[in-house]
């Protein structure tokens, strides 16, 4: 998956995490704490989600990774890279 | 020849769950949506652990720990229960507080804390303000040397009334003290005491049973009046669990059980590092409690506007957390229930609860017992008094429940209602990094208690086992 196509999973992830809120014009480099309402179980979906759909393993030292959108891509780019959309 | 509870049970599961209190009950839910086979095994004939009910004859249903729990728990069961379950969740408005310091009513969030505190109370408004905002901010991972009566001290020192207000609803919801640490308070009162307190229409019987369907629903086998009796190691991992007699395969074990009981009684201390053993020991449990019910006759109606929906009472001309737990009772906290609990039965029901002391009670001989429960109702009654006059005419049934109940029912050591205290967590997170697969979820640390505290519990505890079964 491209950066690109990574982004549009997260965004729906969060879509699906947080259904009132618009998750598709979300600013890169700031935190989705301060864009949306997210607490710590909903970073914990975001988590598990990854998990159950592309079956990617986040260990949770590195939860901190997933705080932006930008931090977030970057940090899921080597993990997804070979996986077909 | 006694029936078997595990009849056509299969030899073997991806994770067996052991003890279906919310936590259970969510780990369980979660694991079978993402695919796992799961067993749960409840050692009482029914499920829901504390979170539970009984009857009594002419139709009266009394609920255990149906209290008021935060508004969290609709976003927790509509993402990991159903979204029926949470549509049921409705707000319990008038929540009320009398002691000899103040008597109030509150809507139990943000706002009318601030304005009682402001107005009534007499504090600066940025004052509040702070306060609010440093609970929230405070986190499990944060400083841990400050407890709780110090942070009051910070923002209200010599204040005990603003301190009663404040930490007695949180005191009453865990067993916390102000000698526990800043941070357990901060998270709990920023969880509990901002947005109101809401209840489950219907009952904890509906709910428990709307949670069971979901779990058949999803896959899970589950088995009540099965005790699961010890948890096998091989190989410094997880490998079977007998229950009812049979040993059952499982790859993990989350066990809902208490914290101490799953480590010293179901695995067995010579599977541990000793230095794990000696962290494990130096875990203090948090304490028991003592409840009185009691049933109105069915034409008997409650005055709502005098008694509210939960009623935090004291006596005690200070507030002081340790006087809690004195078995010369205090304090008491009602939860009134209407015929609007259980539109269909038409009923009306009071439960008084007390923090308590298992060592007050175990030690007793059986009259002794006896006469302390028969004391427990009637000085119960007396204090019922003041809020609903003439109640002994208007009662149809009383019962109470002692710390040896809840030892009875949940199986916990001591009796413990409210987990562990701190240092608990920590304990219970590093199970896995002891011995691979084995997890517990259930009533710990004082954060991950009460009904919302164990249903997220049972989801954070969830995921890691998720992991580690796809590994």
């Known amino acids: 998956m491209t950066g690109a196509e990574i982004k549009e999973a997260v965004v729906e992830i969060l879509s699906d995490i947080a259904p009132d809120e618009d998750c598709t014009n979300l600013k890169e480099d700031v935190a989705f704490r301060d864009q949306l309402e997210l607490d710590s179980m909903d970073f914990l979906d975001i988590v598990m989600e990854l998990r159950k759909r592309y079956r990617v393993q986040i260990p949770e030292e590195d939860y901190p990774q997933l705080a932006s959108m930008a931090s977030t891509v970057a940090y899921l780019e080597p993990l997804m890279k070979d996986m077909e959309k | ?471």
């Not at chain 2, 993402?34 to 009857?55: C, D, I, M, P």
């Not at chain 2, 149809?396 to 562990?420: I, K, M, N, Q, V």
Request: glycine share 8%.
């Open chain 2, 1 to 471: 020849m006694p029936k078997d509870f595990l009849r056509d049970a299969k030899d073997a599961y991806d994770v067996v769950v052991i003890g279906s209190g919310l936590a259970g009950l969510t780990a369980a839910n979660t694991l079978a949506r993402n695919g796992h086979s799961v067993l749960l095994l409840e050692q009482h004939y029914k499920l829901g652990g504390l979170a539970t009910w009984f009857r009594r004859p002419g139709g009266h249903i009394f609920d255990v720990s149906l209290h008021g729990f935060p508004a969290g728990m609709i976003k927790s069961c509509r993402r990991y229960w159903n979204s029926q379950i949470a549509d049921s969740i409705v707000q319990l408005k008038h929540i009320r507080f009398d002691n000899p310091m103040f008597s109030l009513s509150t809507t139990f969030d943000r706002r009318d804390f601030t304005r009682h505190l402001v107005e009534r109370f007499g504090v600066a408004r940025k004052t509040v303000d702070e306060f609010f905002d440093t609970a929230r901010a405070m986190t499990h991972l944060g400083d841990q040397s400050m407890t709780a009566g110090e942070l009051f001290e910070r923002f209200f020192p010599g204040r005990e009334d603003v301190v009663r207000l404040l930490m007695e609803p949180i005191t009453y919801a865990n067993g916390s003290t102000l000698e526990d640490p800043a941070l357990t308070y901060g998270i709990v009162f920023s969880n509990f005491m901002s947005k109101g307190v809401y209840t489950f229409a219907g009952g904890t019987d509906k709910l428990i049973g709307m949670m069971d369907a979901e779990l058949r629903r999803n896959g899970v086998d589950v088995r009540i009046r099965c005790r699961a009796e010890k948890i096998h190691v091989e190989r410094g991992r997880v490998a079977a669990v007998t229950a009812a007699g049979r040993r059952i395969g499982c790859r993990a074990v989350v066990s809902n059980g208490n914290l101490k009981g799953t480590i010293f009684d179901l695995v067995g201390q010579a599977c541990f590092d000793p230095r794990f053993i000696e962290e494990a020991q130096a875990v203090r449990l948090n304490n028991s409690s003592t409840q009185v019910y009691m049933a109105l006759k069915p034409d008997v109606r409650l005055d709502e506007a005098e008694c509210g929906d939960l009623l935090f009472t004291s006596t005690a001309p200070v507030f002081r957390t340790d006087l809690l737990l004195n078995r010369q009772v205090t304090s008491r906290t009602y939860s009134f229930y209407y015929p609007k609990t259980r539109p269909e039965r038409n009923r009306s029901l009071i439960v008084s609860s007390t923090n308590a002391r298992y060592e007050d009670w175990a030690g007793l001989g059986r009259a002794d017992y006896q006469e302390s429960k028969r004391r427990l109702v009637e000085t119960t009654l007396d204090a019922v008094e003041k809020y609903v006059p003439k109640i002994r005419e208007k009662i149809d049934a009383t019962d109470c429940a002692t710390p040896l109940t809840f030892e009875r029912y949940t199986s916990h050591w001591a009796g413990s209602s409210f987990g562990t205290k701190f240092e608990g967590l920590a304990v219970s997170r590093r199970l896995p990094r002891e011995i691979a697969g084995l997890y517990h979820a259930g009533s710990v640390g004082i954060i991950m208690s009460g009904w919302l505290g164990a249903v997220n519990y049972g989801v954070i505890v969830s995921n890691d086992v998720d992991a580690f079964l796809l590994d």
